[in-house]
């Protein structure tokens, strides 16, 4: 079985700030881990995946995310917000040899000027 | 190209009817999927193909609900009997191949609201 929780429904953060979305999983096996975008009224946009190469992971827009077995987390950060990054993010995973991805339940970010 | 196209992006039906949605997949695409996004939730995997036949169902939530593909390119998701529940966003998505290291992509949805 797998899943994943992130912690904060709702996170809000000053332009200029640091961005940190967080996201904890469960996997029975080693696990590929995903972070999507969702801006109003689009879909699901990738932002980066970790496939069992490089602990930390660069996307796209600046953000990166960083794969802790220890902690069995994969959090989301970026250095700088801006305000074009208010959106709702979903953590997901995958197990090898399973096609379904299982998403978490999002954290809409909201940045203030 | 144009990306994953889903039509209608938005459906209003009586509970109780039938409602057919569409999903177009990127071109050369054999990979897709549909997930439901409810009100405040992740998307939730319903069904993959993988060309024509259904490789893995068991997202599907009951037997009134049913998605076909049936020559790998264009898929259409069938509910029976709609229920006031069934609203949701319903998501396709489309990857060249399979595994982990695919990335899917998704298309903007079709907005459901059964009154």
């Known amino acids: 079985a797998q899943s994943v929780t992130q912690l904060g429904s709702h996170v809000s953060v000053s332009e200029g700030a640091l961005v940190l979305l967080r996201c904890n999983y469960s996997s029975s096996v080693p696990p590929y881990l995903f972070w999507y975008v969702q801006y109003p009224n689009q879909g699901l946009q990738l932002l980066l995946k970790?496939?069992?190469?490089?602990?930390l992971v660069k996307g796209i827009n600046g953000f990166e995310a960083e794969f802790k077995k220890s902690e069995t987390s994969f959090h989301l950060t970026k250095p700088s917000a801006h305000m074009s990054d208010a959106a709702e993010y979903f953590c997901?995973?995958?197990?090898?040899?399973?096609?379904?991805?299982?998403f978490g339940t999002g954290t809409r970010l909201t940045i203030i000027p | 190209g144009a990306g994953v196209s889903q039509t209608p992006s938005n459906k209003v039906t009586e509970k109780g009817k039938y409602v057919e949605l569409r999903c177009d997949p990127i071109?050369?695409?054999?990979?897709l999927y549909w997930y439901r996004q409810s009100l405040g939730q992740g998307p939730e995997f319903l069904i993959y193909?993988?060309?024509?036949?259904?490789?893995?169902d068991s997202g599907l939530p009951n037997d009134r609900f049913f998605a076909v593909r049936p020559e790998g390119s264009v898929s259409t998701l069938k509910i029976q009997r709609t229920e006031r529940g069934d609203s949701a966003v319903y998501l396709c998505?489309?990857?060249?191949?399979?595994?982990?290291?695919?990335?899917?992509?998704f298309g903007q949805g079709t907005r459901l609201t059964v009154v």
């Open positions: 193909f993988q060309g024509t036949g259904a490789a893995d």
């Open positions: 998505a489309s990857s060249l191949n399979q595994g982990a290291n695919t990335e899917a992509f």
């Open positions: 970790y496939t069992s190469a490089a602990t």
């Open positions: 071109s050369g695409h054999t990979a």
């Open positions: 997901a995973v995958r197990s090898f040899g399973n096609e379904k991805l299982t």
